[in-house]
């Protein structure tokens, strides 16, 4: 038996935050065209009340596209619900999303106000929520800084208040995996009511542990994981989707844990989205990355060529990514330049293997990698010095 994690996708809020141009109206719809083939089971897709423009994208996409439930972000205050309520009116499934800040750090110096006045308005505004969808998510912003015993109080209230999922973003991507488990077991076990919500989790990357705090806190029993493609978002990022979800696909044995992710579509996913914000994505990036199914010592090409899970553990395919890669370069052995050449077309007696590697090594030393085209001409001079 394995549970289900849902996954909901904040590329187009979280991540378009931190872009330095923003998206226009029709790119958003492109991407949350390819977010909602991912399969993902909600999509956060603006701040209505923003901008003008932003709340013309929420409602277009609420629109336009189906599937996945529309989310759109508002603060725990009346305009900002009004706005998202109202922007989210033409979607199949809307969702609202309100969020204050819990942290000892932010009521003194941003809000400048008590835990009990931050309550009040997160209640009223989930009830105000409430009005416009049945399904409304509640976040706590830094919870990774609040004080458990605090944290149980608001969740309690929010929850009472019609709250269906309670958010636990660690907004400053500050805490530790065993520190994420352990809050979400706290709440387990002191907020009497919890069982009425769906725990959720929202991780920021600023010290590179998204992924891991995203995957302790499932392990611990929240059932939400909130995540963008590519992991693009506010400062150093938020928690990938691409590696949470494949994660769970490629653990689901060991963790008891799936999502409904369609892998196939997330390399394409991620191309659009890399292209369309103007974000490059790291070379050596897990899944997506160019170097993530690409081999270049000799040893691991062998190893792909007579078995690829020697070398891979799931097959490029699996993310939609078209054939893995063995890169010619001074470490590759005669193997995979014969296995490269047979599907250039080429036959053994067609060249002669010794003369033919040692001017490949002479060039691979001095280029790095050596292509298709250097290998032909290779060929051709080799067997023209012969003739001669
Ligand atoms: O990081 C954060 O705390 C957020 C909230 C608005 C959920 O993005
Ligand atoms: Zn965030």
């Not at 187009?12 to 923003?22: H, I, M």
């Not at 149980?152 to 530790?176: F, K, M, Q």
């Amino acid at each position: 038996m394995s549970d289900k994690i849902w996954i909901f996708d904040t590329t187009l809020r979280d991540g378009e935050q931190a872009l330095k141009a923003s998206l226009t109206e029709d790119d958003k719809i492109q991407l949350a065209h390819a977010i909602s083939r991912l399969n993902v089971d909600v999509m956060e897709v603006g701040f209505p009340v923003s901008s003008p423009a932003d709340f013309r994208a929420v409602e277009r996409i609420a629109r336009e596209v189906k599937g996945p439930a529309i989310c759109g972000l508002a603060r725990a205050v009346e305009k900002d619900i009004e706005a998202c309520g109202l922007a989210l009116r033409p979607a199949e499934k809307s969702r609202i999303h309100t969020f204050i800040a819990t942290s000892p750090l932010h009521l003194e110096h941003k809000l400048r106000m008590s835990l009990d006045d931050a309550t009040a308005m997160a209640v009223r505004s989930i009830k105000q929520a409430r009005h416009y969808t049945d399904d409304v998510e509640f976040s706590c912003e830094d919870a990774g800084r609040t004080p458990h015993a605090d944290l149980c109080r608001i969740v309690e209230a929010a929850i009472n208040a019609g709250a269906s999922t309670i958010n636990l973003p660690d907004t400053v991507g500050y805490v530790t995996p065993d520190e994420y488990a352990a809050m979400i077991t706290h709440l387990m076990n002191n907020v009497p009511n919890i069982d009425k919500a769906r725990l959720s989790v929202h991780c920021h990357n600023d010290l590179g542990l998204a992924v891991a705090n995203s995957i302790a806190a499932v392990q611990a029993g929240a059932r939400q994981i909130e995540c963008t493609v590519n992991g693009i978002g506010e400062r150093a990022g938020n928690c990938s989707l691409e590696e949470v979800s494949m994660i769970l696909k490629m653990r689901e044995d060991h963790l008891k844990l799936h999502t409904d992710i369609v892998s196939e579509e997330i390399y394409r996913a991620s191309r659009q989205i890399s292209q369309i914000c103007n974000m490059p994505v790291q070379p050596n990036k897990a899944i997506v990355g160019e170097n993530a199914f690409a081999h270049s010592s000799g040893i691991h090409q062998d190893g792909v060529l007579k078995a690829q899970n020697t070398y891979e553990i799931m097959s490029p395919e699996t993310v939609g990514v078209p054939n893995n890669q063995l890169n010619m370069t001074s470490r590759s052995g005669r193997h995979v330049i014969q296995h490269r050449l047979s599907e250039l077309g080429y036959q053994p007696e067609d060249y002669d293997m010794d003369s033919l590697y040692e001017s490949f090594l002479a060039l691979a030393d001095q280029k790095g990698t050596v292509y298709d085209y250097d290998l032909e001409a290779m060929i051709y001079f080799n067997n023209q010095s012969n003739e001669s």
